[in-house]
């Protein structure tokens, strides 16, 4: 075994301004909001405005309503205010309007920070930026989140996130029926976790079933965990599987439907026989 842990970089120039910049979020964030769908609106408007269009930052309503800019520029600058926007997850029956205009702004500036010239691939800043929102998006959300570029999700506040929790680049986590991570648990990149599924016969008849990873579960590149699965604790699923049934603790799940091929060395000795309760199939 060949250990390879992740290297300790230089602080860049630049990091007491990142510092600053989301702190100065942190404070905005956490002042008291009689509507918090609307303050909330409000920051990620003036924030997005900042990093995207600082020449608009300080007459962003004017510029929005000034005539004699092109309708494009107008549009843009208005889209940086999420009451202009419209996701989703809005348009589904369960949607909880209430509850979700209230996590919609920091959805919002979430995605756009990720595709703004300072957001991209700029790891250190972005998983400040999303470990700051995290716990206001969130039912529940641990110590110490990780969660790199191109994240998304359904609701956002059907999510409970445990402890030392990393989500790697263009993960969907759809959490429309609910998802639980445990402690300790690793999603690679491209995985898609669901908590939804339709019926064959009519698109419109749904199914949310919440679906839950327990401590140390880790489920790999590219990987699918469908609608009520559980993986238990220290499974693995396999790169490109698709979990259509529940995954026993310490098992190694591949395929399509994913099957376990083993158990984990590191396992104690009746991982072979334990069985998670009721194990349901969701092909």
């Not at 510092?19 to 905005?28: F, N, P, S, V």
């Not at 599987?241 to 009746?270: E, L």
Request: charged share 20%; proline share 6%.
């Amino acid at each position: 075994m060949v250990l390879r842990p992740l290297r300790q970089l230089a602080t860049r120039p630049a990091r007491p301004v990142a510092d600053a910049w989301l702190a100065e979020l942190a404070d905005a964030l956490a002042a008291p909001m009689s509507d918090p769908a609307a303050a909330r609106s409000d920051v990620c408007r003036r924030t997005l405005a900042e990093l995207c269009y600082p020449q608009y930052a300080g007459n962003w309503e004017t510029a929005v309503a000034d005539a004699k800019l092109p309708h494009g520029v107008r549009l843009a600058l208005a889209a940086l205010d999420p009451r202009n926007v419209t996701l989703e997850p809005e348009y589904y029956a369960e949607c909880d309007d209430a509850r979700f205009q209230a996590v919609k702004p920091l959805l919002w500036l979430w995605y756009s920070f990720d595709r703004t010239p300072v957001g991209g691939q700029n790891i250190d800043v972005g998983i400040g930026l999303r470990r700051l929102l995290a716990p206001y998006i969130f039912r529940r959300c641990g110590e110490n989140f990780k969660a790199f570029q191109n994240v998304e999700f359904s609701f956002g506040y059907n999510m409970e996130v445990g402890d030392n929790v990393v989500i790697h680049r263009h993960v969907l986590l759809d959490d429309r029926g609910g998802i639980i991570l445990g402690n300790n648990v690793s999603v690679s990149d491209y995985a898609n976790i669901y908590s939804h599924t339709h019926s064959i016969i009519d698109q419109k008849d749904v199914t949310d079933a919440t679906t839950i990873l327990e401590d140390g579960a880790r489920i790999t590149y590219h990987a699918t965990v469908l609608a009520g699965v559980r993986v238990g604790c220290d499974a693995m699923i396999g790169a490109v599987a698709v979990a259509t049934k529940d995954v026993r603790p310490h098992h190694v799940n591949v395929g399509i439907p994913a099957k376990s091929i083993r158990i984990k060395p590191t396992a104690p000795a009746d991982a072979a026989t334990y069985c998670l309760p009721a194990a349901r199939d969701r092909s």
